[in-house]
């Protein structure tokens, strides 16, 4: 049973820095390329951040670029984005994507 489990969000100020984590289980994930998502109500999901299976190459939305990173840990079938320089705008549930299946998403809110 392919399961993705988000962590890691939490409230922080606007220019503070977050860590998400997302574990990954039930399939072999250093295979697979991985995404984070973010959505705000009413609005659509849209992608943030992808990594290939190996972790070259990244890419990021316009939005982000600069501020966050995404990484991963084979060895420990983890996924990660660090967010820094944190604007209300990033304000979104996140979630983890990979191997057509979806975590269940974490909060992040920026706000002072």
């Known amino acids: 049973q392919v399961q993705l489990v988000e962590s890691g969000g939490d409230l922080v100020q606007p220019g503070g820095s977050l860590r998400l984590s997302c574990a990954a289980s039930g399939f072999t994930f250093r295979f697979y390329a991985m995404s984070w998502y973010r959505q705000v109500p009413g609005k659509e999901r849209e992608l943030v951040a992808r990594i290939s299976s190996n972790g070259v190459p990244t890419n990021y939305a316009d939005s982000v670029k600069g501020r966050f990173t995404i990484s991963r840990d084979n060895a420990k079938n983890t996924l990660y984005l660090q967010m820094d320089s944190l604007k209300a705008e990033d304000t979104a549930v996140y979630y983890c994507?990979?191997?057509?299946?979806w975590g269940q998403g974490t909060q992040v809110t920026v706000s002072s």
């Open positions: 994507y990979g191997f057509a299946s």
